[in-house]
């Protein structure tokens, strides 16, 4: 089952400044949530009641709620945005006081804590949980040649509409410098041959950390991870596949659906796991084409399908809306 309590506006200005992106959308997608409660566990009755007890008991009001039970694995999946119903009294009757800076200490929880408190409850029920606060999540992007992620991942920065912020631009060769220095984004080159493939990857570990990024974007990165690398970043870094995975993996699925004569053709935004092309899938896009399409023609279609997919996945992951179910991911869109 999967219930949403509140609708989320799609969509960003046409119009924004080159510093917009900063101001990453909230966690719920709505503007008003402070707290994401995600987690996992075994099925059974008084899941949702402890939640909703938990967050009632201390005064927080449910912005969204959405639930999967899995009655395969036996599991139930959640998300829960909330906020405090404090800080929506003071929103609307004290705002003159809150621009003098006047704290309210009765609202001053934080992730940290609420997990802590959370705690006892998630024991009792076998829950694997997380509490997320709404600071944005930071991106580190990597890029080899290929700008049409890139490009499009700046632009739903700067619109705001991508749910998160891009710390830095990692690259393997320089071409894509110009697009991302022009942004305001630090472009980084680090170029790897077989002979310093290690080396690049410890340096690409140290930006992680420089940066504190959230989340690794592989934008048409075209260089394979090792797998120490890939166990390294699990559950923080996806790629973008230029192929509807399962079929057409490696190089040039294109030129492999043309000689196929498809009639669709797609991208897969997925996890990156040691497996090659085979980590938990977050979302797909895909694109009707006919016989008039040569190989160049597919391509231009499939990076369009490219960039959708990615950025979808990148925002449903900041917003913690995807979640873990072995192979498989529960994505609460």
């Known amino acids: 089952m999967t219930t949403t309590l509140e609708d989320r506006p799609a969509g960003a200005a046409a119009d924004f400044p080159a510093a917009a992106g900063a101001k990453a959308r909230s966690l719920a997608g709505t503007g008003t949530a402070e707290f994401v409660l995600t987690l996992a566990c075994p099925e059974r009755p008084g899941i949702v009641r402890a939640v909703t007890t938990f967050l009632a008991d201390r005064d927080f009001d449910i912005v969204e709620h959405q639930q999967f039970d899995d009655h395969v694995s036996g599991k139930l999946y959640l998300r829960t945005a909330f906020r405090s119903s404090k800080t929506e009294t003071r929103d609307r009757a004290h705002a003159d006081f809150e621009s003098l800076g006047r704290p309210e200490e009765q609202d001053q929880r934080s992730g940290e804590s609420l997990t802590a408190e959370f705690a006892p409850t998630a024991a009792e029920f076998g829950m694997d949980f997380a509490i ?26 700067r619109a705001g509409s991508l749910g998160a912020e891009i710390a830095v631009v990692v690259s393997n060769h320089e071409d894509l410098r110009p697009m991302a220095e022009n942004a305001g984004l630090p472009f980084i080159h680090v170029p790897v041959t077989s002979a310093t493939k290690a080396e690049a990857e410890a340096r690409l570990l140290e930006l992680v950390r420089e940066y504190d990024a959230d989340l690794v974007v592989l934008a048409r990165y075209m260089q394979v991870l090792s797998d120490g690398l890939c166990n390294e970043l ?13 079929g057409f993996k490696g190089a040039k699925p294109y030129h492999q ?9 797609g991208a897969t935004a997925h996890y990156v796991t040691a497996d090659l092309d085979e980590g938990p899938i977050i979302e797909q896009e895909v ?3 006919d016989h008039s399409l040569d190989p160049d ?23 913690h809306r995807v979640l873990l179910n072995n192979t498989r991911t529960v994505v609460f869109r």
């Open 297 to 319: 023609a597919l391509v231009t279609v499939g990076r369009d399908a490219e960039s959708q997919a990615l950025s979808r996945a990148v925002k449903w992951h900041c917003q």
């Open 132 to 157: 997320h606060d709404g600071q944005p999540q930071r991106l580190l992007v990597m890029v080899s040649k290929f700008g049409h992620c890139l490009n499009d991942l700046i632009f739903r920065w």
């Open 234 to 246: 699990r559950g923080r870094a996806i790629n973008i596949h230029h192929s509807f995975l399962p």
């Open 257 to 265: 659906a043309y000689d196929r004569g498809v009639k669709l053709i």
């Open 287 to 289: 694109f009707r084409v």
